[in-house]
């Protein structure tokens, strides 16, 4: 079976600071990977997807990039954190083909002081 | 106007109770429904998943989805304390893969024993 395992749970980087979170799925080849935000009490917001080694499509300007160096890991990162990238990230996966539901890890959990 | 809407809540009921979630939307192109469980400090579980028109059961959760009023309910049986969780609608219009998911922005439901 398929399983998305995200990491760290819970971060506090201090502002300006730089920012890796990664995601890793086993169980599946060539999935689409997703990175979203959940602010409180809100939706979902897509940051970016990937359908592919090195294709990273971004739905929104931002502070934030996104890499996917091998076909089951997709990395968020920033440079310097701003006091507004705290937020609840979810990375989430789903297969190729039309209308496929998405697939999510257990979030990661970002403070920024 | 928000694409999808979806009542935050908090929707209260006793143990036993029969539970109705609803999400109204205005995108006509939207094709796939999901309904989505999320538990406090947890990424979204999929509970559902339903193309086009109709109904669909798994045990005690029943997903319909009425396309001619945008409309999407999820009805959980004989709701046990286990049940308390926010609820995220979502849907898409076709190929996941290249399109996110519109989310609702969650209902919280807390289920009293």
């Known amino acids: 079976s398929q399983t998305i395992h995200q990491w760290p749970a819970t971060l506090v980087q201090p502002v300006g600071s730089p920012l890796s979170l990664e995601c890793t799925v086993e169980g599946t080849s060539n999935p689409n990977l997703y990175w979203y935000r959940q602010a409180a009490g809100r939706g979902l917001q897509l940051l970016f997807y990937?359908?592919?080694?090195?294709?990273i499509s971004s739905e929104v300007p931002q502070n934030l990039s996104a890499s996917r160096p091998q076909d089951r890991q997709f990395i968020l990162s920033s440079k310097k954190l701003l006091l507004s990238d705290s937020g609840f990230y979810l990375c989430a996966w789903s297969p190729t083909g039309v209308g496929q539901p998405q697939h999510f890890g257990d979030g990661t959990r970002l403070s920024i002081l | 106007q928000k694409e999808v809407e979806q009542d935050p809540g908090p929707l209260s009921v006793p143990e036993g109770a029969i539970v109705s979630l609803n999400c109204t939307y205005s995108n006509s192109a939207f094709q796939y429904f999901m309904w989505y469980r999320q538990y406090s400090r947890k990424g979204p579980e999929l509970l559902m998943y339903?193309?086009?028109?109709g109904n669909k059961e798994d045990g005690r959760f029943t997903a319909q989805v009425d396309k001619s009023s945008k409309y999407i309910s999820l009805f959980i049986r004989d709701s046990q304390p286990s049940d308390s969780a926010t609820y995220l609608c979502?849907?898409?219009?076709?190929?996941?893969?290249?399109?996110?998911?519109?989310f609702g922005s969650g209902t919280r439901l807390q289920v009293q024993p």
């Open positions: 990937s359908v592919g080694i090195g294709q």
């Open positions: 979502a849907m898409s219009e076709g190929d996941t893969g290249r399109r996110a998911l519109t």
């Open positions: 339903t193309y086009s028109s």
